[in-house]
Nanobody, 121 residues
Framework: QVQLVESGGGLVQPGGSLRLSCAAS????????MGWYRQAPGKQRELVAT???????NYADSVKGRFTISRDSAKNTVYLQMNSLKPEDTAVYYC???????????????WGQGTQVTVSS
């Protein structure tokens, strides 16, 4: 009942920047938090950054100081500004949202299809 669509991925040189966007749609009562995860070839999916409905942010140590997560609550959209990109940032980036469809039920996590980010010279 909730769909997430990512955009903004692509090929960039080391030191470059990209801005990812993720828009949530569907029968959404509320969104408690949204975030970004990534999965590199041969590795497990890992947390990159999250932001709560109250604006509290959390970042993986590997991206602190380089990535910034933000949101537009009115549009149910989360962004990830990625600066000073490194080859090790190469991965498929997935959007995640903890959302409530039924106000009387627990929230569930929903995932987007992912967008490829490749950092290479």
């Amino acid at each position: 009942q909730v769909q997430l669509v990512e955009s903004g991925g692509g090929l960039v040189q080391p030191g470059g920047s990209l801005r990812l966007s993720c828009a949530a749609s569907g029968s959404i009562f509320s969104i408690n938090a949204m975030g970004w995860y990534r999965q590199a070839p041969g590795k497990q999916r890992e947390l990159v950054a999250t932001i709560t409905s109250g604006g509290t942010t959390n970042y993986a140590d590997s991206v602190k100081g380089r990535f910034t997560i933000s949101r537009d609550s009115a549009k149910n959209t989360v962004y990830l500004q990625m600066n000073s990109l490194k080859p090790e940032d190469t991965a498929v980036y997935y959007c995640n949202a903890e959302a409530l469809v039924d106000p009387t039920a627990w929230g569930y996590h929903y995932w987007g299809q992912g967008t490829q980010v490749t950092v290479s010279s």
